[in-house]
């Protein structure tokens, strides 16, 4: 009898493995079995390789991680299995670079305190932060910034590329509150008034510790812990200005 050799090869799918190019951004894990599609029917796995093993890492057989920029080649390889062919195909993964993420921990301020904004903003970039505005009641001297108006303001934070992080700013917001503002002003009250004095008075207010007097006339100023005070020698027919300023215990006046 004279029989013939049947070839029992697989049965090869014109594409047996369809792909797209992927992108990614640096440091950040792609899975590559998302890019590929089997159209082989065939159940075996897709082993997956990297040409640049040096800035490239493939764990877990299809997570795919690079830490520098640039157009990575993956070679996707799948075995003959069950009567059906494997199939091979090339593609890219483009890395690119992370937007870095610019955070705050608080959004509140004290007028008149400076800020070390390395204390309160945070970035997932390593390149130190830049600090701006176009508010002229802000100053801001490096990373210190100092509010000398209440109110809400905004600082431009902004950091340089470097290393696989891109360019980014953020606007941060800050409610700035004066803790001074809720103080009471003393009344004041002039008696006794004669050619040459008078007596001035005014309210005793509590946690005030003292009271600043301003002639507002010529300048001079005293510092009383008392709730009045007399003046004498003055000018005859003379216009007289004063201003009282209570001190509190923590340091606010008004």
Known sequence: TTGYVT???????TTPLAFNNGTVQANTELDLSTLIKNTSGNGSTIQYSCTDDTHTDITS??????NALGTY?????????NGKCGGNATFTVEV???????SRTNTTALINVPIDMTTVVSST????LTYTTTDP???ISGTMVTFTVAGNHTITASQLAGGVYCDNTANLTFTVTDP??????????????TTTGFKLTWSALNDA????????????????TATSHTFTDLNPSTEYSWTVEAVYSDGCTA
Not at 7 to 13: F, K, L, T, V
Not at 61 to 66: D, V
Not at 96 to 102: L, R, S, W
Request: proline content about 8%; some cysteine; overall charge negative.
């Open 209 to 224: 510790t003292a009271y600043n007097v301003y002639n507002n006339t010529d300048g001079d100023s005293e510092h009383i």
């Open 96 to 102: 690119t670079c992370n937007t870095p993420t610019i």
């Open 125 to 128: 970039s390593p390149v130190p």
């Open 137 to 139: 009641t802000v100053h």
């Open 73 to 81: 080649t993956i070679n996707a390889l799948q075995d003959t299995y």
């Open 7 to 13: 070839d029992c090869g697989c049965n090869a799918p």
């Open 61 to 66: 057989t299809t997570k795919f991680t690079a």
């Open 180 to 193: 001074c503002a809720s103080k009471t002003k003393p009344s004041v009250t002039a008696t006794e008034i």
